[in-house]
């Protein structure tokens, strides 16, 4: 049994979190939020530790390893911001990481990130679970199946509405959030990239608060896309529920599905994490350089490598 911490108990993907740890046979000793509606945790670890203040958390980590009772991992399910900062100061203390996407921000947190794991001896390790999901490695074999010289045209569309709510947070600024394309659509770019291979070009034709849209060709791929929290942005066919959502993945003439179990995979991830087989900060890498680059890099005419609801926007 393994024991883990959790920064971010109160966020968005902290019960994934909570259910893997659970699942995984592993014990959650104590968590933190600025946050304290954590409810959440009765259903799974209600004798652990909580803490609103991160001084109030780092005292008890340390007097645990003091008292030779030193965490195992933690888990960060900060906002996105604060990842690269809460990964440091586990590495510091000798604690292995699993980190929520996206790793970090900035492409040079990677480098140092890497010091980090060297000079203490601790492993980064994230949640990448797109590249377990059964029809993505499927996707994978049948390109890599393909004629050498084969490349594949895509058009990625994910649509998934917010409220106001969501400006007025963390989420809705650019040097805390990465943008829209990084934090609705870094799983995304990692996944073309383990699919289709080395990235080759990168395009950005639109860009505002809410939306995004590009281009992107890899080895193996023309990758035309189009990522938006706008709810004017949604197709007829959206699916209603608790948020519009709108999500569709075209190779060539055929529709990728992977609806079913795109959020039911960090259990397996922490199972290959636990077995020393997690996804590092080299395997983020390519997929970290393309949203910094979409949100740094100048706009381009779209011409003929425009995504279909380029139109919408413009």
């Given at each position: 049994?393994?024991?883990?911490?959790?920064i971010?108990?109160?966020?968005?993907i902290a019960?994934?979190h909570?259910k893997?740890i659970?699942?995984t046979g592993?014990e959650l000793v104590v968590?933190m939020d600025?946050n304290?509606?954590?409810g959440?945790?009765?259903?799974?670890?209600?004798?652990?530790?909580f803490f609103?203040?991160?001084?109030?958390?780092?005292?008890?980590?340390?007097d645990?390893?003091?008292?030779?009772?030193?965490?195992?991992?933690?888990a960060?399910?900060?906002?996105?911001y604060?990842?690269?900062?809460?990964?440091k100061?586990?590495l510091?203390?000798?604690?292995d990481?699993?980190?929520?996407?996206?790793l970090v921000?900035?492409?040079a947190d990677m480098d140092?990130?890497k010091e980090?794991e060297?000079?203490?001896?601790?492993?980064?390790?994230?949640i990448?679970?797109?590249r377990?999901h059964?029809?993505i490695?499927?996707?994978?074999?049948?390109?890599?199946?393909?004629?050498?010289d084969h490349?594949?045209d895509?058009d990625?569309?994910y649509?998934?509405s917010?409220?106001?709510?969501?400006?007025?947070?963390?989420k809705?600024?650019?040097?805390k959030s990465?943008g829209?394309?990084?934090?609705?659509?870094?799983?995304?770019?990692?996944?073309?990239?383990?699919?289709?291979?080395?990235?080759?070009?990168?395009?950005?034709h639109?860009r505002?608060?809410?939306t995004?849209?590009g281009?992107?060709?890899?080895?193996k791929?023309?990758?035309?896309?189009?990522l938006s929290?706008d709810?004017?942005?949604?197709?007829?066919n959206a699916?209603k529920?608790e948020?519009?959502?709108?999500r569709?993945i075209?190779?060539g003439d055929?529709?990728?599905e992977f609806?079913?179990?795109?959020t039911d995979?960090h259990?397996?991830s922490?199972?290959?994490?636990?077995?020393?087989?997690?996804f590092?900060?080299?395997e983020n890498?390519?997929?970290?350089?393309?949203v910094e680059a979409i949100?740094?890099?100048?706009?381009?005419?779209?011409?003929d490598r425009a995504h279909a609801l380029?139109a919408k926007v413009?």
């Amino acid at each position: 049994m393994k024991r883990f911490a959790l920064i971010g108990a109160a966020g968005y993907i902290a019960p994934r979190h909570l259910k893997a740890i659970k699942e995984t046979g592993n014990e959650l000793v104590v968590a933190m939020d600025t946050n304290d509606s954590v409810g959440i945790m009765d259903s799974h670890f209600p004798e652990a530790e909580f803490f609103t203040e991160f001084e109030d958390f780092t005292a008890f980590v340390e007097d645990q390893s003091m008292q030779g009772k030193k965490l195992d991992y933690i888990a960060i399910c900060s906002p996105n911001y604060l990842h690269a900062p809460h990964m440091k100061y586990a590495l510091k203390n000798g604690i292995d990481v699993i980190c929520e996407k996206p790793l970090v921000l900035n492409s040079a947190d990677m480098d140092i990130l890497k010091e980090y794991e060297e000079k203490y001896s601790a492993q980064v390790n994230s949640i990448l679970q797109l590249r377990l999901h059964p029809a993505i490695i499927a996707l994978k074999e049948k390109v890599a199946a393909a004629p050498a010289d084969h490349i594949f045209d895509v058009d990625l569309t994910y649509m998934t509405s917010r409220g106001k709510w969501y400006m007025k947070s963390w989420k809705g600024f650019d040097h805390k959030s990465g943008g829209v394309a990084t934090n609705i659509g870094v799983h995304f770019y990692d996944m073309l990239h383990f699919v289709f291979g080395k990235l080759l070009s990168n395009e950005v034709h639109y860009r505002d608060e809410k939306t995004a849209s590009g281009y992107l060709e890899y080895e193996k791929a023309r990758v035309r896309w189009f990522l938006s929290i706008d709810a004017n942005n949604l197709p007829e066919n959206a699916v209603k529920g608790e948020k519009l959502t709108y999500r569709s993945i075209t190779i060539g003439d055929e529709e990728l599905e992977f609806s079913g179990g795109f959020t039911d995979l960090h259990t397996q991830s922490y199972e290959y994490i636990l077995k020393g087989q997690g996804f590092g900060v080299d395997e983020n890498r390519v997929a970290i350089e393309t949203v910094e680059a979409i949100r740094k890099q100048p706009l381009v005419d779209a011409g003929d490598r425009a995504h279909a609801l380029l139109a919408k926007v413009l």
